[in-house]
Structures are given as C-alpha cells and as structure tokens.
C-alpha cells in the first residue's frame, strides 16, 4: 500500500512540473511586438526552438533579438526541419515581449523570407 501512495504521488506531481517549466509567464502578453531583420542563429532543440535575428533601426543601431518557440517535434509536425531557417535569411517574429524589457519574445508568428511558418498543425 505504501509504494502505491509513493508511486501515485510522483505521477500527480509530474504534469504539473512539465506545466511550470512550458509557461509563458515571462513574456507580457499585453505588450506584442514584430520585428523583422536577418537571421544570426536558428536553434532547433529541446526544449525550445530559438531564433535570433539583428534588428537594424532608423537611428542605423543594431540590436540582437530572441526569439522563443514550442519544442522541436511540435514544430515538426507543422512541416519544419533543423534547416527551415539559415543565417542570412530575413525573419520576421510576432509575439509578446520578455516582461524585463529584453529584446525577447514568445514567437506567435514567423515569416522567412516572405512565407510564413506555420507554428501549429492546421494553422
């Protein structure tokens, strides 16, 4: 009876801990921004895709931005690969900016090249 309590115990804790660490918590979804500049490194790893792409402003300033996606094998499915994105390609990412005003965000919408990826199977 004892391994029983112990083993149910672990296993209602666990959705929970995969829950925390998937959250979105970290990005203001009242403050949604798009940037678009040239691709500088594409990450397609666990647990979070990453793009980073070098935004040119009016003032001719160049700030790296970061941005953040589902997994890779949920990206898969909606039709990318490790190669979707290559340094040089122009990028466009949507999505809410980082909450401590870091050039970071959540990506909701990505545009390569002019074609959009779509981020969900069906989108």
Known sequence: MKIQ????????TVPF????????????PKDVVTVT???TDFRF???HVLITIEV???????????GE?????????????AHSIKPGDTV????????????ALRISKTVVNGQELKTEMGD
Do not use: C, D, M
Request: no cysteine.
């Open 56 to 66: 040119k402003e009016a003032s001719g300033v160049v700030t790296k931005w970061q």
């Open 37 to 39: 500049g040239t691709a």
């Open 45 to 47: 790893v666990n647990p």
């Open 17 to 28: 801990s995969l829950l925390a660490h998937h959250s979105a918590a970290a990005y203001n």
């Open 69 to 81: 996606l589902t997994s890779p094998n949920h990206l898969v499915r909606a039709g990318w690969n």
């Open 5 to 12: 309590t112990v083993v149910f115990a672990l296993a209602a």
């Open 92 to 103: 466009s990412i949507t999505g809410p900016k980082a909450f401590t005003g870091a050039p």
